[in-house]
């Protein structure tokens, strides 16, 4: 499986942007980018997924690189209920229901 | 909004014991899973199940666990001798379709099985 790289942890202020940083430079081309986060005590929740276009849903936006090497998950605007830990994982290949998760990052949101 | 609903939310057991945690998936689903987390550790993916076969599962998955769709509703995990190092908490996730790698897995809230 392809590998994605987060920063273990950052901040943000309530009812401010947020821009959380994914690599994965060994993207294969019909890998999708997908974002999952899990709140405390609670199971992973899809957030959003793209493969090559920038995408935007009612949760978050995805912002993805023209290599395709890098993606951007952004928060337009923070909520405390937004504090959780957000994974960035690649789906490909033949194993689609399999979601390999990394550390992700842990979002800190500050009132 | 349709969810994935598990229970129990909490299961205490003694070492060598079985126990069945079991899962409703969404209703429309036919692709089913269950992934594990070790406190502090990574979500780890243990099976994925559709049209009653195990399609894919990880070295995780020994022959101590199994997994049952036993009527058209429910989804179980069967740990048959539960050992310490199983304490964990237990995801299940449904999806509407499998084959395809854009997907989205639906996951309920857990159950934190705790082996004594």
């Known amino acids: 499986d392809a590998k994605t790289t987060q920063p273990n942890s950052m901040e943000s202020n309530e009812e401010e942007p947020v821009h959380l940083p994914c690599n994965h430079s060994?993207?294969?081309?019909?890998?999708?980018i997908h974002w999952y986060r899990q709140l405390p005590s609670q199971g992973p929740e899809y957030v959003i997924h793209?493969?090559?276009s920038n995408v935007n849903n009612r949760m978050a936006s995805l912002a993805i690189a023209e290599d395709r090497k890098s993606s951007t998950l952004i928060l337009h605007r923070a909520t405390l209920r937004d504090a959780a830990v957000y994974y960035c994982?690649?789906?490909?290949?033949?194993?689609?229901?399999?979601?390999?998760f990394g550390q992700g990052t842990i979002l800190t949101v500050h009132p | 909004e349709p969810e994935v609903t598990q229970t129990p939310s909490h299961q205490v057991t003694q070492m060598g014991q079985e126990v069945i945690l079991r899962c409703v998936p969404i209703?429309?689903?036919?692709?089913f899973y269950w992934y594990r987390q070790i406190l502090g550790q990574k979500v780890e993916f243990l099976v994925s199940?559709?049209?009653?076969?195990?399609?894919?599962k990880s070295e995780i998955f020994d022959d101590q666990f199994s997994v049952e769709r036993p009527d058209g509703s429910n989804f179980t995990l069967k740990i048959r001798s539960t050992k310490l190092e199983d304490s964990a908490m237990y995801f299940c996730?449904?999806?509407?379709?499998?084959?395809?790698?854009?997907?989205?897995?639906?996951f309920g809230s857990g159950t934190q099985l705790s082996v004594l």
């Open positions: 209703s429309n689903h036919l692709y």
């Open positions: 793209g493969l090559t």
């Open positions: 060994t993207i294969s081309g019909t890998d999708y």
């Open positions: 996730a449904s999806s509407e379709r499998q084959g395809h790698s854009n997907e989205k897995l639906f």
């Open positions: 994982i690649l789906t490909g290949g033949t194993s689609y229901g399999k979601l390999t």
């Open positions: 199940f559709y049209n009653n076969e195990i399609s894919e």
